[in-house]
């Protein structure tokens, strides 16, 4: 999204209020997050020193996210592979490589969106359900580039990927898909 507009400012100040100066009124969290779901841009300063606060607002825009019941995104082996980036010979790349990552997906989403559009119907479920095996083959590659000689406690990650049945590609199927996928990252984050 390149555009000419400069962004809005966005004032914080010592008693936490956000202060909008294009609309002059306080700002919630909640409201820079609709903001950042418009593709708004904005920057944070800090009203009294001035200093540039925008990634740590957004870390925190992140941090409530994640409390709300039901909206986890990064599921915690990823956090505490991120932790251990931190300080590492790799932590330079991480960003670039993140990004690179981020931009990849919401490709890859608008093609799912208008695959979904296009055929809606059964067909659109198998669409989504090869997309789902997509993402997640590109997100897995890309964690063992990261960690190629990252040890696991108790072994090695159990890479098996089951596949439906053919023509299976019914609602039921991709549930006990996504269920069979919940319990292994549950299983890895208990470890």
């Known amino acids: ?3 000419d507009k400069q962004p809005t400012v966005i004032k914080k100040y010592a008693n936490r209020r956000l202060y909008h100066t294009g609309t002059s009124t306080y700002v919630t969290l909640e409201d820079l997050a609709g903001m950042v779901r418009k593709g708004e841009d904005f920057i944070v300063n800090d009203a009294k020193s001035g200093d540039d606060i925008t990634r740590s607002v957004l870390t925190q825009i992140i941090f409530e996210q994640e409390n709300k019941e039901g909206q986890n995104l990064l599921p915690v082996t990823v956090l505490r592979q991120l932790i251990r980036f931190y300080g590492d010979s790799l932590q330079a ?18 093609k799912l969106r208008d695959q979904m559009t296009q055929a809606f119907g059964p067909s659109a479920f198998q669409a989504m ?3 789902v095996r997509k993402n997640m083959s590109f997100f897995t590659d ?5 960690a190629p000689f990252a040890k696991t ?3 090695a990650l159990e890479t098996k990927s089951e596949q439906p049945a053919e023509g ?3 609602l039921e199927t991709l549930k006990r ?3 069979d996928m919940q319990a292994k990252l549950d299983k890895l984050a208990r470890k």
């Not at 790349?93 to 608008?110: A, T």
Request: no cysteine; net charge negative.
């Open 153 to 155: 406690p108790g072994g």
């Open 1 to 3: 999204m390149a555009t």
């Open 93 to 110: 790349l991480v960003p670039s490589y993140l990004e690179f990552s981020m931009n990849n997906l919401s490709q890859e989403q608008q």
């Open 129 to 131: 359900e090869e997309q």
């Open 142 to 146: 890309a964690m063992r580039m990261f």
């Open 177 to 179: 898909q996504m269920a």
């Open 168 to 170: 299976a590609g019914d």
